[in-house]
């Protein structure tokens, strides 16, 4: 496969009415963090553009990136992040209580990562994890999760299925934007899950991605930016049943997403499914215009939030960025802030630290490093854990330390 190749047709219902309603130009992948010896190489960059299907509503990347360069060796670890811990552990104890009858039903993750999710299940019922990176994959195993290390893919269910038995349960959580080929991953669901089986995954919504103004969140990964309406057209496309659905505080607002194969469910969507859909109608996300006025509001946005930081530092005050996530990095080379206005970047990740931001280059660091050299500023790049950072660094807000916090309008705390 060529490394980058553009897409004339939806990924989903394969209709060519696609408009392109937002351009952010050429930019490196979002979580390819640099050594310092690659930062004397040319760095990889390929066109990131959002596309609006006129046919299902879906909204998607001009591009696709292959995969091996995005998620063999994947930054992202899941347990770097204590809020998205705990939330994966209280949606495997629901999954727990709700799903598994026996210790023999068996609950299969797509994107399993280092196994933080299933490692709850553990002893409780049978588990696996499927997850093509290589360096998270090998946390996982040594923690005894069962793990495959590969792309989740029809082919791969034909293979693994007659050895294990059907699944119970099929979760995936932040990976069903990441998949080009989204209907192959839908139909090997489909063919893994027993007959009363269920598929729960969460996906960041693209309403979201216009009430909060979290336009970070576009990056090659993210291939779809997911409306309800979209999954329901795909999931009812194949034959499966979109039973209920339920926003989560995660990512700023996202969707969790329950179907299956009827009869699960009773073989029919609950009220919470239409109301939804309503709302996404009231908000516009079923129209193009919406998407390329939104691409207007993040113009405003740049220029308030650079206007501020170059203030900043003409009155001399030392910034950093708090968190390295990979939206950030949308952020920081749309908005052209490099290391003359960030010294450092904090992030929690271990094998992020020492390594320095795709594009702007600047330098990641220990949170240590806070404490040590105490800025003035702090730019939240994490902002979807704004409440249980500011609650963490208490201490260092105390000693008078200010957070900005870059969406969905800037703001100093
Ligand atoms: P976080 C990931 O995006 C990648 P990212 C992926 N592609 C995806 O789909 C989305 O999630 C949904 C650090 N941190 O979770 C840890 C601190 O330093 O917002 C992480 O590097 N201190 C799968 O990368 C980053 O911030 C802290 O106190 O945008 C957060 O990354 C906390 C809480 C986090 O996802």
């Known amino acids: ?48 553009a959002v596309n609006f299907c006129h046919h299902c509503f879906s909204v998607q990347l001009s591009h696709t990136v292959n995969g091996n360069l995005l998620f063999k060796n994947y930054h992202y670890v899941t347990s770097a992040s204590k ?31 280092d196994g933080c999710l299933l ?57 069903m934007a990441h998949i080009d080929d989204l209907r192959d991953v839908f139909s090997g669901v489909k063919e893994f899950l027993s007959d009363d089986g269920y598929f729960i995954f969460e996906v960041h919504w693209v309403g979201n991605l216009l009430t909060e103004g979290g336009f970070d969140q576009i990056y090659h990964e993210h291939l779809f930016y997911h409306s309800l309406h979209s999954l329901k057209n795909l999931i009812e496309s ?17 969707l969790r997403v329950y ?23 009231e908000m516009g996300l ?7 006025n939104f691409s207007k509001k993040i113009e405003t946005n740049k220029k308030k939030l650079t206007e501020l930081l170059h203030g900043l530092k003409a009155e001399g005050k030392k910034i950093f960025g708090y968190g ?6 949308t952020l920081l080379n749309y908005f052209h802030i490099g ?13 992020k630290q020492s390594t320095y931001t795709p594009g702007m280059h600047i330098r990641v660091v220990s949170p240590e490093m806070l404490i040590k050299e105490q800025p003035d500023f702090v730019l939240l790049l994490s902002w979807n854990y704004a409440d249980a950072i500011l609650e963490k660094e208490k201490e260092l807000r105390n000693k008078g330390v200010k957070f900005i916090i870059p969406v969905p309008q800037v703001r100093i705390v």
């Open 286 to 292: 079923t129209k193009s215009e919406t998407f390329v």
């Open 119 to 175: 490692s709850r299940l553990k002893g409780k019922c049978r588990i696996l994890g499927i997850d093509p990176a290589e360096n998270v994959t090998i946390v996982a195993k040594s923690e005894k999760i069962p793990t495959v290390t590969d792309f989740f893919t029809l082919d791969l269910v034909k293979k693994i299925k007659p050895k294990i038995g059907p699944a119970r349960v099929v979760v995936a959580n932040n990976v």
């Open 1 to 48: 496969m060529e490394n980058c190749i553009k897409k004339i047709t939806c990924r989903l219902c394969g209709s060519s009415a696609l408009e392109m309603v937002l351009d952010l130009g050429n930019m490196p992948l979002a979580n390819a963090f640099l050594s310092k010896e690659d930062l004397k190489k040319e760095e990889a960059c390929f066109p990131l």
């Open 83 to 113: 809020p998205l811990a705990e939330h994966f552990y209280t949606l495997a104890d629901e999954i727990f209580e709700n799903y598994i009858q026996s210790p023999k039903d068996l609950v299969v993750e797509i994107g399993s990562n």
């Open 259 to 281: 179907a299956g194969n009827p009869p699960a469910g009773g073989g029919k969507s609950s009220p919470a499914v239409e109301n939804f859909l309503k709302r996404e109608i």
């Open 339 to 351: 290391p003359d206005i960030l010294e450092y970047v904090t992030d929690t990740t271990l094998s």
């Open 324 to 329: 390295a996530p990979a939206k950030g990095n």
């Open 238 to 254: 194949l034959g499966m049943v979109l039973i209920d659905v339920k926003t989560i505080p995660i990512h700023g607002e996202s």
